[in-house]
């Protein structure tokens, strides 16, 4: 409802498809401070539609902050300035009239630009596949209060589970480390009963998924905790650590 | 013996590496430390304490073959890790936010290490060198040699400036020593980072403390 | 009406399920991996159903246009899931669960279904605790109960107000399981336009690579469309951006009926509209109604500041019209009686919204209290909105939310076009003409986990459809008419931009097939999205090529749908002489404005038959009460 429009220089990274040479274009507009920072995208995207230019790509879905599609790297933070929230949480108000605003997709060797603001995030699912879950067929289940569960641990493995698979942390870490992400998922598993059967395999299948498909490593920056938009704690990494060290301490298993 | 080069080789094992060589390391500092404060005693003690380890040469060959090689796995193993971390980010950032997230002596580990490194090759080659293979070893006068090196304010102020890259490599590696092993919790993680951080300071300080004694006294 | 058979097992209530699965075909183990099945869609239905059917051992290809299965939008869903544990001990039962669910939906729903949806609620629970969802916990270990509207007993389980995305989470780490294990194939970033059907029955589906662009064909014993509803008719609805009627549109003009489209439920909490550059509308979980008071100023056209209009210039609606459900009126009454006070011109500041107040619950239980309810919302809306809802009151106002309409189909969840199953949202079928809160999460997986693996295993054993090969000519046909569509859409080159267009549906949907309704303006607007409809053909550009990923072209592909999709709604609410649920005909109303059933005449689902464009075919499943008595909603 403010009237009052700020002026910005947006540049965004336009790069037609994987294979071709990117570059960023400069776009003015004129936007509400009440708008969201997609939004603001939205328009430019409408205006170039009617000057019959192609809009930029980029992704989001629900923007809401919570199904993680949205995430691009703004004046050099995922997800913008302000701290844990996804990009389409990000108002304009942060802005200020006259700014210049650098737009980029998430840069790893594991999230390929697709076009402009898009990247292949398949890896982060490809993980999970390694053995983020428990092994429970439909129905082969006891009663949902057979085993009781401390409040507290319950609300640690909420904490992890908490995590939207965004891929900021990705893109935060100097590394392009997927450790942040990873380490919720065990985390959340080896902290629930549920999860003790798959414990050992899990974290072993899992990090040797990450490791195969090219995120760096861990060098403890805390970057990602510092963008990720729910606050995944690095507190996670270190359980990942100790799960993955006792693993291979532990299991007889040499295969794996 | 697959296994366990296996497990190395992950990211989580080179981080482990890293971890356990420099923790090595950390302890190896200390020792080290304590024997060069033995110089503000005076240059009889210093000299006796020199000496006497020279008279268990073997055993303290052994140990150097030992601390050699944890060196250079330390060395290896995180070049490597720099390497590959480069290049799991092929493209850079047009604008680095990093500042916003993270700390400059997290980020720089590889550069504080590099200098380290240059600071070992030159530490080796001088005073190591000297107190192993040249005519100390007959004169026994190590203290009056370490006096004329830091007499010198070029090699002195080197020596400084290297001690205070140490203190900056240290200060963020004694923390992510034990977040590596996993040991981060609420309770203790806070104290270990003040542990790590007076560790830091501690030996950035009495390291340099050495060659500041010998300028102001003008190694007299 | 032969046509329509919704095949509801014979035998008391209680034993029609039970009965039902003993009496189904099965498919022997060996023969499980010979059947293929397409489901179409990743969220709470699809990923629980593409599972189970993995793990049964059938062969499944899963689709979905977001770049991964957990992205689907029921992970937007907050508030929480009902079952019939009775793990408080307050007397609920999952008679009293069938029950509330029927009344909540203004008896427009199916006995039998419903009852089975209450029936499968606990082993929902129990489900995905094994899977590792954590639920709220109390100290002793044991899972935390809330209460929600429509209800007299503490039955939602949640997780923070995260349960939605907990829940899908649980769903999609099985579904990644059977991928790993290689039951499942996964096919992302593909959006289904198409449904191929060879001798009336479903035999595979066409969809576009949203990477390249190319038009791909798949073949299958049996088609599930989960695809969710289609509440982004609106334009502005608390929906994801990309959540489209696209899949279950062309499935009904390819002949699946589509059932009570005009029931569309407004949600009252929501944040309101900045501007014209508004994309979506975002939902304040109902909870706040619980403390915050909701009001707006007596004078019309009242420009001061909130804090500014003094206590006796304050009109708290709700409290005054509905005294003992006072705030807490159900959605569609609080959606209705905000928009009535709107349209006098006494919304916040003369616009769209009305205030919700805490200053009086800050007054009586203090501030931390207040945050430790809400605090989370609190920061939410401070976010979005840079106000401060602890100084100054929050503007909300109601927001398209979610479609109890959607494809028709039988007991067994089959559409009218044999091999096609709809599932969750995208089917009609268990909530009438309103929805519960912390309902929809337990429909998408009742269907997905517990219903469907049964009822599709039965078709395939007693059917025993035949997979048809990819070079059969109708799915040449289909892809041929579908590269045509999107070429002519690519050629218009007219002046207007898809979301110009959009928007426009969305105003003619809002102000004529929204909250309130009438016969006048329901003419209009048939009219009127007819006319658009033109206009679209006519006017709009399409920017960019078919050959890589062209966001611009997936928006106006959907629009088509939309603009056709939108004179169904508003031709059944025509067609519906009554109000009951989130449909409300203003000529239907009691003398105090309530909503006015006609059970005579309406205790009946409309299933509409495509014939040509802007051409349906109206017909009737009566709804028969065995097992409850029909009563008029009173929260007076």
């Known amino acids: 409802m403010a009237e009052k429009k700020i002026n910005l220089l947006v540049k965004v990274w336009r790069q037609p498809s994987t294979t071709s040479v990117g570059s960023f274009v400069d776009y003015k507009i004129s936007v509400s401070p009440d708008s969201s920072f997609l939004e603001m995208l939205d328009e430019i995207n409408n205006d170039l539609e009617k000057k019959n230019l192609e809009p930029i790509a980029f992704e989001s879905d629900c923007r809401e902050g919570i199904c993680g599609t949205c995430g691009l790297v703004i004046n050099g933070q995922p997800h913008g300035p302000i701290p844990k929230i996804a990009t389409c949480q990000l108002h304009m108000r942060n802005f200020k009239d006259g700014d210049t605003v650098w737009v980029e997709p998430f840069r790893a060797k594991a999230f390929q630009v697709m076009k402009d603001l898009i990247v292949e995030r398949s890896g982060l699912d490809k993980i999970i596949a390694a053995g983020g879950y ?96 729910k606050g995944i704690s690095v507190k996670n990494i270190a359980r990942l650590n100790r799960e993955f060290i006792l693993a291979n301490v532990k299991s007889d298993n040499i295969e794996a | ?94 604008v680095n936010g990093s500042s916003k ?83 981060n919790n609420n309770k203790y993680f806070p104290l270990v980072k003040a542990l790590g951080f007076l560790y830091s300071v501690l030996m950035a300080v009495a390291f340099s403390s050495i060659p500041i004694y010998f300028l102001l006294i003008g190694g007299n | 009406m032969a046509k329509l058979d919704p095949k509801i097992p014979a035998g008391p209530l209680q034993e029609k399920w039970v009965n039902h699965k003993f009496n189904m075909k099965l498919v022997n183990p060996a023969n499980k991996r010979k059947y293929d099945i397409i489901i179409v869609g990743s969220g709470l239905a699809g990923a629980s159903a593409a599972a189970s059917l993995g793990e049964l051992g059938y062969k499944v290809k899963v689709f979905t246009y977001n770049d991964s299965p957990r992205r689907a ?43 089975r949806l209450a029936e499968v609620s606990n082993s929902i629970i129990d489900q995905c605790v094994a899977q590792g969802v954590p639920f709220a916990r109390e100290y002793g270990g044991m899972l935390d109960n809330r209460s929600f509207g429509g209800a007299q007993v503490s039955r939602t389980f949640y997780a923070r107000g995260q ?64 695809t969710g509803g289609y509440a982004n008719v609106f334009f502005l609805s608390t929906n994801a951006m990309n959540c489209n009627t696209t899949a279950i549109w062309r499935a009904h003009k390819k002949g699946a009926f589509f059932a009570n489209p005009c029931f569309t439920q407004i949600h009252p909490t929501c944040l309101p509209i900045h501007g014209e550059g508004q994309s979506k509308l975002t939902l304040m979980s109902e909870s706040l109604r619980n403390d915050g008071r909701i009001w707006v100023s007596k004078l019309k056209k009242d420009m001061r500041e909130p804090n500014d209009i003094p206590e006796e210039e304050r009109d708290y609606y709700l409290e005054r019209k509905y005294p003992s459900f006072g705030n807490l009126s159900p959605r569609d009454i609080s959606s209705r009686s905000a928009k009535e006070v709107v349209d006098e011109g006494r919304g916040a500041k003369g616009g769209d919204a009305v205030y919700l107040d805490f200053k009086d619950a800050i007054n009586r239980l203090g501030k931390h209290v207040i945050e430790e309810r809400y605090g989370n919302l609190f920061e939410i809306y401070e976010t979005i909105t840079g106000e401060n809802p602890y100084n100054v009151p929050m503007k909300i106002y109601p927001a398209p939310h979610y479609t109890m309409g959607g494809l028709w189909v039988d007991y067994n969840l089959m559409s009218t076009i044999p091999g096609l199953f709809v599932l969750g949202e995208a089917n009609f079928s268990d909530h ?63 002046k207007q931009t898809v979301d110009d267009i959009h928007k426009k549906l969305g105003r003619i949907m809002w102000n ?79 003398p105090e404005g309530e909503a006015l059933r006609n059970d005579e005449e309406y205790a009946f689902v409309s299933a509409w038959e495509y014939k040509n464009l802007g051409s349906w075919e109206l017909n009737k499943e009566p709804l028969i009460y065995e097992n409850v008595q029909l009563a008029t909603r009173s929260y007076k």
């Open chain 2, 101 to 183: 997230n993270s700390t400059l002596l997290s980020r720089t580990m590889i550069h504080t290490g590099s200098i380290i490194f240059i600071f070992l090759v030159i530490h080796l080659s001088t005073f190591w060198n000297a107190f192993n293979f040249s005519d100390l070893h007959r004169t026994h006068s190590y203290y009056e040699f370490t006096a004329d090196m830091f007499s010198n304010v070029y090699y002195s102020i080197f020596y400084i400036i290297a001690m205070i890259i140490l203190g900056f490599h240290l200060n963020h590696g004694f923390q992510s020593a034990f977040q590596t092993f996993g040991w």
């Open chain 3, 432 to 494: 009438g003409a309103n929805r519960l809160g912390a309902s929809a999460l337990m429909q998408g997986l009742a269907d997905g986990y517990f219903v469907a693996p049964y009822t599709i295993g039965d078709y395939l054993a007693s059917a025993k459809p035949k997979k048809e090969s990819l070079d059969h000519p109708a799915f040449d046909t289909v892809k041929k008419e579908n590269e045509e569509l999107i070429g002519k859409l690519l050629s218009i080159k007219g």
């Open chain 3, 73 to 115: 939008h029921s992970i937007s869903a907050q508030g929480g899931i009902n079952a019939a544990k009775n793990y408080q001990n307050d007397g609920d039962s999952i008679y009293r669960l069938f029950y509330d669910t029927i009344k909540g939906g203004d008896f427009r729903a199916r006995e039998a279904n419903v009852y």
């Open chain 1, 134 to 229: 428990i092994s429970v067929n439909t129905g082969s289940i006891p009663d949902a209060n057979a085993i009781p569960i401390s409040k507290e641990r319950s609300s640690i493995a909420m904490d992890a589970a908490a995590c939207i698979g965004c891929g900021a942390c990705v893109a935060a870490c100097k590394n392009a480390s997927a450790m942040l992400f990873v380490s919720a998922k065990v985390s959340q598993l080896a902290l629930l009963p549920q999860g003790q059967p798959e414990r050992t395999r899990r974290v072993q299948n899992m990090v040797k998924v990450m490791d195969e498909l090219g995120f760096g490593s861990c060098s403890n920056t805390y970057a990602c905790e510092a963008e990720c938009p």
């Open chain 3, 512 to 590: 004529k097939v929204g909250m309130g309704r009438n016969e006048k303006g329901l003419k209009e607007a048939i009219k009127e999205i007819a006319d658009l409809r033109v206009e679209f053909w006519k006017d709009v550009n399409v920017v960019g090529t078919d050959k890589d990923i062209n966001q611009c072209l997936e928006r106006a592909g959907r629009l088509i749908d939309y603009l056709e999709l939108g004179e169904l709604m508003a031709r059944d609410a025509l067609e519906r002489n009554e109000s009951c649920g989130g449909h409300f005909r203003e000529e239907y109303q009691t």
């Open chain 2, 1 to 94: 013996m697959n296994w366990l080069f296996r497990s190395l080789n992950s990211s989580i094992g080179k981080k482990v590496i890293m971890a356990i060589t420099g923790i090595s390391l950390i302890l190896f500092l200390l020792v080290h430390l304590a024997n060069n404060l033995t110089l503000f005693a005076g240059p009889s003690t210093f000299n006796t304490v020199v000496k006497s380890l020279d008279s268990i040469k073997p055993f303290i060959r052994v140990i150097e073959v030992i601390l050699a090689l944890i060196f250079i796995f330390h060395i290896f193993n995180g070049v490597r890790l720099w390497y590959e971390n480069k290049i799991a980010r092929p493209t850079p950032y047009a």
């Open chain 3, 163 to 226: 349960t939605g995305q907990q829940l899908l989470l649980g769903a999609y780490s099985s579904l990644m399981r059977q991928v790993h294990l290689g039951n499942v194939e996964l096919f992302t970033r593909r959006e289904m336009i198409d449904l191929v059907t060879i001798d009336g029955q479903a035999k595979g589906i066409v969809v576009r690579n949203m990477v390249d662009g190319a038009i791909e064909k798949y073949s299958a014993h049996a088609v599930v469309l989960a």
